[in-house]
């Protein structure tokens, strides 16, 4: 199915102009007829009849009006037959007997452009999304403005099989509105289903922190790729898997964002302790490098100044005592040695 624009309809206006001068002309019409119709003789009727059919008639022209602001587009179909669309704001007139095409009028999705306010009731659906029913008429424009979708939080294993909660904000807008009203059910529904598809597939790649020996690329080698610390390249991997999948909706995906990111809380706590072991880890790594870095320095200055001769037994009864006081978690107390070293 393509989109086939209407360009030559831009004429309302003109039209109710002219249904209102015919109703004008109609109304003076019957009151001449009553008065002075006799003079008519025989065409009495046929003329009389005529205009009553047009004033009982003459405004279902008025039906064909359709206003269209910006970034607004209207899809028409006449007896069931897609004759094309309306784009870009203007008073247009159509067919009257042309219909509206929008299934996803009523569907109400947790994104900007579907605000009612908070006065309508909401149903969560089993795919996460949120649907606001409102008891106001839906409109059956389609809108061609960029909207942003925010789904719910999902919880999601991945490659190592930790559980996470991740949530996207996804960023797009109608750019066929023949292929998103015809080829899908429903293309709000539609893409929000992708959105958590593609999330979940993606996400199943990469560990939440950097793990050794993991491949996030496909490549077959083994890379530093991480939820936490690729966010840019997972955003751009979701993005460039939704939009392959709703290409045929008509949609175009412009951004994907994460907007959310944290363990489960089932594991959470775990995962916190793991980390600050790794943490202390590494911190008592730095401080046994530099209180070996330290000792060596002190033991090559002694030697070099021939302050003190230290045989083997001193010498590594000196640098246990040295490593206990740069490596220990509390300040040393100082023991003065009066006496004599042997």
Request: charged share 20%; hydrophobic share 45%; aromatic share 8%.
């Amino acid at each position: 199915m393509n989109e086939k624009i209407l360009n030559k309809n831009k004429n309302g206006m003109a039209v109710l102009l002219l249904v209102i001068l015919g109703y004008v002309a109609g109304i003076a019409g019957v009151v001449f007829m009553a008065a002075f119709g006799y003079f008519l003789g025989w065409l009495f009727v046929p003329v009389m009849a005529i205009l009553i059919l047009w004033l009982a008639l003459g405004w279902i022209l008025l039906c064909g009006l359709k206003v269209l602001k910006p970034q607004e587009a209207l899809v028409l179909t006449l007896f069931g037959k897609y004759v094309g669309t309306l784009k870009g704001e203007g008073f247009y007139w159509v067919n009257p007997f042309c219909t509206a095409v929008n299934p996803a009028a009523k569907t109400k999705l947790n994104q900007s452009g579907d605000v009612d306010g908070g006065h309508g009731k909401s149903i969560v659906l089993n795919a996460g999304q949120q649907v606001n029913m409102s008891a106001e008429m839906p409109s059956k424009k389609v809108s061609l403005k960029i909207m942003t979708l925010n789904n719910a939080r999902q919880k999601i294993n991945d490659c190592l099989g930790n559980p996470v909660e991740i949530g996207i904000a996804v960023m797009w807008r109608v750019t066929d509105t023949a292929k998103a009203v015809f080829n899908v059910d429903n293309y709000k529904e539609y893409l929000s289903l992708q959105c958590d598809s593609a999330l979940r597939n993606v996400v199943r790649i990469y560990p939440y922190d950097v793990a050794p020996n993991v491949d996030t690329t496909g490549d077959g080698h083994a890379d530093d790729g991480s939820l936490r610390g690729s966010s840019e390249v997972v955003a751009g991997r979701i993005r460039d898997e939704i939009q392959s999948k709703v290409a045929e909706a008509g949609l175009e995906i412009i951004e994907a964002r994460i907007t959310y990111l944290a363990y489960a809380p089932e594991i959470a706590a775990v995962m916190l302790q793991r980390q600050q072991a790794s943490a202390i880890i590494d911190a008592r790594k730095m401080i046994v490098d530099g209180a070996v870095g330290m000792v060596e320095m002190a033991l090559e200055r002694l030697s070099q100044g021939d302050l003190v001769n230290l045989d083997e037994e001193r010498k590594a009864a000196m640098v246990s005592n040295l490593l206990v006081v740069l490596c220990g978690n509390h300040d040393a107390q100082p023991i003065v040695n009066t006496g004599s070293l042997y």
